[in-house]
């Protein structure tokens, strides 16, 4: 049987973005976002919960989350999961899943960081430039 490894996320970010370069140049972009589900329960009552996901765009994409998004901007994402696995500088093994930015769309007006006008909306289709993270666990990522 064939795998398939797709997400799909409607959600508004945690915090601002944050954009650093690999030692090849390739831009890297890591941020938060807050997905939120409502529900009726069986008692009628009406629930919510918050799931927070962190993920992670690579090259022209991770440049313009950086440029035009901030915390509280509504984005749509498509990605995949990713599993990372690294030890830290206290010796200790650390283990994070995440979400790897494939597609997106800017979504509301959002304020814009640089000052642009409302309404700016941009597909994220262009290619991924990504490195592997065997690259990265060498450099500063993951944050």
């Known amino acids: 049987m064939a795998n398939f490894n797709k997400v799909l996320l409607l959600g508004n970010l945690t915090r601002d973005p944050e954009v650093r370069s690999t ?13 939120n589900r409502k529900w009726k329960g069986q008692d ?3 629930n919510e ?19 035009y998004c901030n915390k ?6 498509e990605g995949r ?3 990372n696995s690294w030890t830290s500088q206290d010796g200790q093994k650390r283990n994070k899943l995440e ?6 769309q800017l979504l509301g007006s959002g304020q814009q960081r640089n000052g642009g006008g409302g309404g700016h909306q941009q597909s994220g289709s ?5 490195p592997g993270f065997a690259e990265d666990a060498a450099g500063e990522i993951p944050f």
Do not use: H, W
């Open 23 to 35: 030692k090849t140049g390739t831009q890297v972009c890591k941020f938060g976002l807050a997905v």
């Open 44 to 46: 009628g009552q009406m």
């Open 49 to 67: 919960s918050t799931c927070f996901v962190d993920l992670t765009a690579f090259g022209r994409q991770a440049e313009v989350i950086g440029q």
């Open 72 to 77: 509280g901007r509504p984005v749509f994402i």
């Open 81 to 83: 999961l990713e599993f």
């Open 99 to 104: 979400v790897i930015v494939e597609n997106f």
């Open 126 to 130: 262009a290619p991924i430039d990504e």
